[in-house]
């Protein structure tokens, strides 16, 4: 069993910047995949990053050069620092992984870009 929770959300003016945080309840080396999804009000949720163990990352197009994924296995905790945010980006934000064939997604931290 495996548990996410995600924090470092909250309110911020656009350009700005916040840094999320997904603490695992044990250790996340055995994932060879980590994600960031999001979810906008009325949008399906959509894939943002993920990052592999051996330090690949992919991006969705809509946030490639302004957010960065991050991991670190000793901390059992994957990062996405998010900049030069847009009202566009303002979405509940999920940590997610698949192993042995089941999804695990903790249970989300919000995002509001705004001025």
């Known amino acids: 069993q495996v548990q996410f929770v995600e924090s470092g959300g909250g309110l911020v003016q656009p350009g700005g910047s916040l840094r999320l945080s997904c603490a695992a309840s044990?250790?996340?080396?055995?994932?060879?995949?980590m994600d960031w999804y999001r979810q906008a009000p009325g949008k399906e949720r959509e894939l943002v990053a993920q990052?592999?163990?051996?330090?690949?990352?992919n991006y969705a197009d809509s946030v490639k050069g302004r957010f960065t994924v991050s991991r670190n296995n000793a901390q059992n905790t994957v990062y996405l620092q998010m900049d030069s945010l847009k009202p566009e980006d303002t979405a509940v934000y999920y940590c997610?992984?698949?192993?042995?064939?089941?999804?695990?997604w903790g249970q989300g931290t919000q995002v509001t870009v705004s001025s």
């Open positions: 044990g250790s996340i080396a055995r994932f060879s995949i």
């Open positions: 997610h992984t698949k192993y042995v064939g089941q999804d695990y």
């Open positions: 990052i592999f163990n051996g330090g690949s990352r």
